[in-house]
């Protein structure tokens, strides 16, 4: 499952924000570099901040948002604010029009970093549902500010982030210097996409590494069709509500000197959902891809450095039950079905939306993460796994057994 956040709302809050004064951050006086330790929960990267002295709270890295957003309500009265002003979401799902409050410059705490004139928007509604989605708590998004005044290399094989002033940019050795753009507060790239009819396509693709796929390709289904074979799948979630879409495989994707090949992707489905994105573009680069490679971003200097990390040759694998599920409850421990895909192994057995996973081969699930079981259900073609499922009330066990989709 993709992660979506509605453009609409990232272009209508910069409106918000475009008298204010730049907002970014820097070393503290006495550093040259420092190193922060990240998390990677379901392929998003979580870094712990403080805000106004309160916290630490759990921020998503993500460069495809262009401004700091609290995604979780609770916070406004947590954060102790001088003043908040109310705004209007136009095109929130139905009725009314959603409401958002914009801050003052916040005091945000990032270890050996110091922020200035940094303001958020907190959602008055928590419409993504990112907590229950990484089974943690999660209290927004972190993007443009983080990156656009620094150096920021990820290092997937250690999780950690190396920062530093772009002058004292040292490149990882032999990597890949990739050219991008800085539009609308998120970065750009040009990438070439080889397409199951053989046709090899110069795409423009938004750098986004907040999203979970690999690659994202939008208008595919309008102007070209499917590839010969695809799943539906719900694609994530935005402010209008769940992302429809499918997903297949594509032949290829260059970027620089890499070729990446069968590449699991993405294609939201344009004939029921207008696609707007306020700089035109031929799709969404994601973590999926970006975490083979360590990676440097350097908005500075109009540069991404890439070299392969130790994912780099690890095939792409989907998963293999049919199954979209969620956290819930006290410490995130229940396990609640949101979706089964028809014909997968997940409908084959009669499982359905709002079913509890309780156990997976006897253990419990509120013993294990999210992750640990989305490992499981992408494991190996033809496995079969013993689940636990509360349904009507009453505790049932079924075998699933897993089935290549894609």
């Known amino acids: 499952m993709k992660l979506l956040r509605a453009i609409c709302l990232c272009v209508f809050l910069c409106y918000c924000f475009l008298s204010a004064k730049a907002q970014y951050f820097d070393l503290r006086p006495n550093k040259r570099h ?15 901040l403080k805000i106004n002295n309160t916290g630490p709270y759990n921020f998503i890295l993500d460069t495809g948002v262009g401004l700091m957003v ?12 001088t003043s ?65 005044n620094l150096a920021v290399k990820l290092n997937f094989g250690d999780s950690t982030l190396n920062i530093c002033r772009p002058k004292d940019l040292h490149a ?50 309008k102007n070209n069709g499917l590839p010969q074979k695809f799943i539906a799948a719900n694609l994530g979630i935005g402010l209008n509500g769940p992302i429809d879409g499918f997903i297949s495989r594509i032949n290829e994707v260059d970027i620089g000197r890499y070729k990446i090949k069968n590449v699991l992707a993405s294609f939201p489905d344009d004939t029921k959902t207008e696609i707007v994105t306020s700089v035109p573009r031929d799709g969404n680069l994601g973590i999926g891809l970006l975490k083979k490679f360590d990676v440097i971003f350097d908005y500075t200097n109009n540069a991404m450095y890439l070299k392969p990390g130790f994912l780099y040759k690890e095939p792409y694998e989907h998963d293999m039950s049919g199954l979209e599920y969620y956290a819930t409850g006290t410490d995130y421990q229940h396990v609640i079905i949101s979706r089964v ?17 309780v156990t997976i081969n006897f253990r419990a699930v509120s013993k294990m993460n999210l992750e640990e079981i989305d490992a499981l259900f992408k494991s190996k073609d033809e496995r079969t796994i013993l689940l636990e499922i509360f349904h009507d009330n009453k505790y049932d066990q079924v075998i699933i057994t897993l089935k290549r989709r894609i």
């Open 34 to 48: 420092v190193t922060i330790h990240f998390r990677i929960v379901r392929n998003m990267i979580i870094i712990p």
């Open 70 to 81: 609290i995604t979780q309500p609770s916070l406004v009265d947590s954060i102790s604010l």
């Open 84 to 148: 908040k002003r109310t705004i209007k979401i136009p095109g929130l799902g139905a009725g009314d029009d959603a409401e958002a409050y914009v801050t003052p410059v916040l005091n945000v705490d990032i270890q050996g970093l110091d922020s200035y004139n940094v303001s958020a928007a907190i959602l008055k509604t928590d419409y993504f549902g990112l907590s229950n989605y990484a089974g943690m708590h999660i209290h927004g998004l972190l993007g443009y500010e983080f990156f656009n």
């Open 172 to 221: 990882y050795r032999h990597a890949n210097k990739i050219p991008i753009t800085i539009e609308d507060r998120k970065p750009y790239m040009q990438a070439n996409i080889l397409y199951p009819n053989d046709k090899m396509v110069d795409s423009k693709l938004v750098i986004d590494i907040g999203a979970g796929h690999p690659i994202s390709i939008e208008h595919m289904i």
């Open 341 to 357: 895909e028809p014909g997968s192994a997940g409908d084959l057995i009669g499982l359905e939306k709002g079913d509890e996973i």
